[in-house]
């Protein structure tokens, strides 16, 4: 089970979409709250990594990186 | 409530603002020996998207260079709105620094920029000193400039998109860089082929020289956890990506994003001589209060490199998206600035970003 909400909480205070790895991809498919729900499946280029600056993810103490390619933290 | 109220500050001190209407202020560097005369430049801020401001001794500010960016930038913080014009620093001789993004076809590279000046309000001339280091259009990018002993020191961000090019003796990122002032490399470098001084970092925003060990002191931003002060020793490794906390005097766990940092010498008086003051920034973009950052923190560093004392100094409790982001000690006080300022920036509009000034009441 995800142990991050998947709540419109969340999704307000998510920053991916001004990650450098966000593309035009997910932008289109409106992926975002990786951390909840998975990791995409639009082909990535690791550009760089915002996890560690974001609110959802400080709150509940993640400590990884690119939940866009890794999926939901457990 | 007044802007002014919008810091929590300690009842033996005051804070005042001294500079306003600044469009996203990053860094504050002061003239050192700054001429008598109204008119005569006292320090100069970097503005995150092109612009250095120079404010005189009475205060007035004046547009020192701008256009310095090739890009339009974009304004998404956190993200690809948080790079531009970073670091800036004034030699004796009137001479001003600055780091800065630019674009080279479709890739952001990193460059140091020196402005020449007959009268300290005006560029009028612009030299690249140094250049074509890749970079990101987003944090980690070049950060801080000093200057000590004739060389300038460059803090270069790892990019953030291959950490592994911290520990590339051939690579410049993640590094704290000497170079000369013309930009040729120092024959007294740890390696005098390189203009390397150490290695191994991540995202060095702050820089400052303590007089009482004649050492760089260094703030570096951590990724999920483990953001960092360290001491930096010429040739020394500081271990990222493997660890932040290689060779680091003081980490906090969990992350508060150090942006600026300064030693106290007499500003304060005696009691705090000698202490850093350090500037967490927190969330690149939230409004109001929040669990991290918007604070400035005290710490007294002992003569075995040990952080023996610890305390919050000075913090935002107003309702908008100000921070402290660059931190400088003028002849008297400490000076900050607070990035977005009360109202914040979004495209196409004025930013209310400010200068304030914490002085011993």
Redesign the interface.
Same mark, same amino acid.
């Given at each position: 089970m995800a142990k991050i909400a998947d709540t419109e909480e969340n999704l307000k205070k998510c920053?991916c979409?001004? $990650?450098?790895s966000?593309n035009q991809c997910m932008k289109d498919k409106i992926q975002e709250l990786f951390c909840a729900r998975s990791k995409t499946d639009c082909e990535l280029t690791?550009?760089? $990594? /915002? $996890?560690?600056? $974001?609110?959802v993810?400080?709150?509940n103490r /993640?400590?990884?990186?690119y939940y866009c390619q890794i999926g939901a933290a457990e | 409530m007044s802007q002014e109220m919008s810091w929590k500050i300690q009842k033996a001190f005051r804070i005042a603002k001294v500079a306003s209407g600044l469009s996203l202020p990053v860094n504050i560097a002061f003239v050192p020996n700054p001429k008598p005369g109204k008119t005569a430049p006292f320090f100069y801020v970097t503005e995150l998207y092109g612009q250095i401001k120079v404010v005189t001794n009475e205060l007035k500010v004046f547009t020192f260079a701008d256009k310095l960016l090739n890009y339009e930038p974009d304004y998404k913080m956190p993200g690809t709105g948080e790079s531009g014009v970073i670091g800036i620093v004034v030699h004796e001789n009137g001479d001003v620094f600055a780091s800065m993004l630019y674009r080279d076809e479709k890739a952001f590279k990193n460059r140091v920029v020196k402005f020449t000046t007959k009268d300290g309000l005006k560029a009028e001339k612009a030299e690249t000193i140094l250049d074509n280091i890749p970079s990101i259009n987003a944090a980690h990018q070049v950060q801080a400039l000093t200057i000590r002993e004739g060389k300038l020191f460059v803090n270069v961000g790892d990019g953030m998109i291959d950490p592994e090019v911290a520990q590339n003796d051939n690579d410049l990122r993640g590094k704290i860089l000497r170079i000369n002032l013309d930009g040729s490399i120092p024959q007294d470098n740890p390696n005098p082929k390189s203009s390397i001084y150490a290695k191994g970092l991540r995202n060095p925003f702050g820089a400052a020289w303590r007089k009482s060990d004649n050492h760089l002191y260094i703030s570096d931003n951590g990724p999920a956890v483990d953001d960092r002060i360290a001491k930096i020793l010429p040739g020394e490794n500081y271990g990222w990506p493997a660890s932040m906390r290689t060779n680091s005097i003081f980490v906090w766990w969990y992350t508060e994003a150090p942006t600026g940092i300064d030693f106290a010498e007499n500003q304060f008086g005696l009691e705090y001589k000698d202490h850093l003051f350090v500037a967490l920034f927190g969330y690149a973009y939230v409004e109001g209060k929040t669990d991290k950052g918007k604070k400035i923190v005290e710490m007294v560093i002992d003569k075995r490199d040990n952080v023996a004392y610890l305390n919050e100094f000075v913090r935002y409790v107003g309702e908008g998206p100000a921070s402290v982001c660059g931190l400088a000690f003028g002849p008297d006080g400490l000076y900050f600035t607070d990035l977005h300022g009360e109202v914040g920036m979004k495209k196409g509009e004025k930013s209310g970003g400010n200068v304030w000034k914490i002085t011993k009441a």
């Amino acid at each position: 089970m995800a142990k991050i909400a998947d709540t419109e909480e969340n999704l307000k205070k998510c920053i991916c979409t001004g $990650c450098p790895s966000y593309n035009q991809c997910m932008k289109d498919k409106i992926q975002e709250l990786f951390c909840a729900r998975s990791k995409t499946d639009c082909e990535l280029t690791r550009n760089g $990594c /915002l $996890c560690g600056a $974001c609110p959802v993810a400080s709150e509940n103490r /993640l400590d990884k990186m690119y939940y866009c390619q890794i999926g939901a933290a457990e | 409530m007044s802007q002014e109220m919008s810091w929590k500050i300690q009842k033996a001190f005051r804070i005042a603002k001294v500079a306003s209407g600044l469009s996203l202020p990053v860094n504050i560097a002061f003239v050192p020996n700054p001429k008598p005369g109204k008119t005569a430049p006292f320090f100069y801020v970097t503005e995150l998207y092109g612009q250095i401001k120079v404010v005189t001794n009475e205060l007035k500010v004046f547009t020192f260079a701008d256009k310095l960016l090739n890009y339009e930038p974009d304004y998404k913080m956190p993200g690809t709105g948080e790079s531009g014009v970073i670091g800036i620093v004034v030699h004796e001789n009137g001479d001003v620094f600055a780091s800065m993004l630019y674009r080279d076809e479709k890739a952001f590279k990193n460059r140091v920029v020196k402005f020449t000046t007959k009268d300290g309000l005006k560029a009028e001339k612009a030299e690249t000193i140094l250049d074509n280091i890749p970079s990101i259009n987003a944090a980690h990018q070049v950060q801080a400039l000093t200057i000590r002993e004739g060389k300038l020191f460059v803090n270069v961000g790892d990019g953030m998109i291959d950490p592994e090019v911290a520990q590339n003796d051939n690579d410049l990122r993640g590094k704290i860089l000497r170079i000369n002032l013309d930009g040729s490399i120092p024959q007294d470098n740890p390696n005098p082929k390189s203009s390397i001084y150490a290695k191994g970092l991540r995202n060095p925003f702050g820089a400052a020289w303590r007089k009482s060990d004649n050492h760089l002191y260094i703030s570096d931003n951590g990724p999920a956890v483990d953001d960092r002060i360290a001491k930096i020793l010429p040739g020394e490794n500081y271990g990222w990506p493997a660890s932040m906390r290689t060779n680091s005097i003081f980490v906090w766990w969990y992350t508060e994003a150090p942006t600026g940092i300064d030693f106290a010498e007499n500003q304060f008086g005696l009691e705090y001589k000698d202490h850093l003051f350090v500037a967490l920034f927190g969330y690149a973009y939230v409004e109001g209060k929040t669990d991290k950052g918007k604070k400035i923190v005290e710490m007294v560093i002992d003569k075995r490199d040990n952080v023996a004392y610890l305390n919050e100094f000075v913090r935002y409790v107003g309702e908008g998206p100000a921070s402290v982001c660059g931190l400088a000690f003028g002849p008297d006080g400490l000076y900050f600035t607070d990035l977005h300022g009360e109202v914040g920036m979004k495209k196409g509009e004025k930013s209310g970003g400010n200068v304030w000034k914490i002085t011993k009441a």
